[in-house]
């Protein structure tokens, strides 16, 4: 279920372009590749990956919509169950805790390559300007939904207050439910790219990711990541050990 990567006509184009463009720009490949993790059948990653950083230089836009295209958005995983259910996969008592208080206590730390690590709370994240835009989400197990994000770009959080250091090369997400996934640098600070707190008007619910999640709207739903606690900022993969999405199957990149 997880991690499934369609061949298609277009990413072989891609991917044999991407291939006659490592064997001419060796330093561009070096610079560009992902780390090497796994198994070599996972190769297939990698030169996805080159093919996207190579035809679609840097930030290209993911497409918005209006806010008359928003769909029914399910959410996966989780629904309120978990805090009354104590044998809900969710059970944290601190996340039960901060979810009574409307996370008044909640806090997102930013740590590691950052020129000033960083605790903020809630508050601290809706005072930075705010950016609202309509996406569309689409889940690796075959739906796709369309809705409203409302957060601050992580780009302003970790370049502009954190202060990126030079070595920054991965952004690592830590989850309340164990979740662990990372991206690279440059879909951290692609313009769309969220620390989403808000989804259609409202607060963030508890099914989609309260208080914070992330919004990548250049990948994959599954790099979407809900409950978020704690970015790292780092110059190799960190790739969450037993709780990583690699770990479990997942393709790390998973560019649309
Ligand atoms: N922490 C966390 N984030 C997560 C997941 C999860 O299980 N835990 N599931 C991912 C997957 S596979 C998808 S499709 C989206 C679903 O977001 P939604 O529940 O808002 O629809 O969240 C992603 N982020
Ligand atoms: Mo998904």
Request: aromatic fraction near 10%; include cysteine.
């Amino acid at each position: 279920m997880k991690g499934r990567r369609l061949l298609t006509r277009r990413n072989l184009l891609l991917t044999g372009a991407a291939a006659a463009g490592g064997l001419l720009l060796p330093g561009w490949w070096r610079r560009n590749m992902p780390p090497t993790y796994g198994h070599i059948l996972r190769m297939g990653d990698n030169l996805t990956y080159a093919a996207h950083r190579l035809l679609l230089p840097g930030q290209s836009m993911a497409r918005e919509y209006n806010p008359g295209d928003i769909t029914a958005f399910p959410a996966i995983f989780l629904d309120d169950r978990f805090l009354t259910d104590p044998s809900h996969p969710m059970r944290s008592e601190a996340y039960r805790r901060s979810h009574a208080t409307g996370f008044a206590d909640w806090r997102l730390k930013v740590e590691g390559l950052v020129a000033r690590p960083k605790t903020y709370s809630l508050a601290d994240l809706k005072r930075f300007p705010a950016r609202t835009q309509v996406t569309r989400h689409t889940c690796e197990e075959g739906w796709s939904a369309i809705g409203e994000w409302t957060g601050v770009q992580l780009g302003r959080v970790l370049e502009v207050d954190a202060g990126l250091l030079p070595e920054a090369r991965f952004v690592t997400f830590h989850c309340n439910d164990n979740y662990v996934d990372s991206i690279d640098l440059l879909d951290a600070l692609h313009p769309q790219t969220l620390l989403a707190y808000g989804m259609n008007g409202g607060d963030l619910s508890v099914p989609h990711g309260a208080p914070v999640r992330l919004r990548v709207e250049t990948q994959m739903g599954y790099k979407s990541m809900k409950y978020i606690e704690r970015v790292v900022v780092t110059s190799e993969l960190d790739d969450g050990g037993k709780d990583g999405n690699i770990q479990n199957g997942w393709s790390w990149y998973a560019g649309i």
